[in-house]
């Protein structure tokens, strides 16, 4: 059974920074895209970043500049690296992946279970 997990978040003051770690593990033949969303409260779910296989990079507007997406495929993880923080970006962050299995033919998508960033003073 595959599973991402995530880690890295926490309490960080303003213009602090913090890095996000999500870990995919079980029976993985392959990851494709891997990408990092966030929800704030009483808001939508909104995207962060993402990364392609290849490691071409995309980002939102609000967060362009101040954050950077990785991975290393040799673990299985991608990485979100947060500097210059302030307060909107305080949410429950969530890492997803389109992971292909072992022995299976398609990807599917899967969610960590997301973990919380407070950027507060």
């Known amino acids: 059974h595959v599973q991402l997990v995530e880690s890295g978040g926490g309490l960080v003051q303003p213009g602090g920074s913090l890095r996000l770690s999500c870990a995919a593990s079980?029976?993985?033949?392959?990851?494709?895209?891997m990408g990092w969303y966030r929800q704030a409260p009483g808001k939508e779910r909104e995207l962060v970043a993402t990364?392609?296989?290849?490691?071409?990079?995309n980002y939102a507007d609000s967060v362009k500049g101040r954050f950077t997406i990785s991975r290393d495929n040799a673990k299985n993880t991608v990485y979100l690296q947060m500097n210059s923080l302030n307060p909107e970006d305080t949410a429950v962050y969530y890492c997803?992946?389109?992971?292909?299995?072992?022995?299976?033919?398609?990807?599917?998508?899967?969610w960590g279970q997301g973990t919380l960033v407070t950027v507060s003073s």
């Open positions: 079980g029976s993985i033949f392959s990851i494709n895209a």
């Open positions: 990364v392609t296989s290849g490691g071409s990079t």
């Open positions: 997803n992946a389109y992971i292909q299995r072992t022995g299976a033919q398609l990807y599917l998508e899967r």
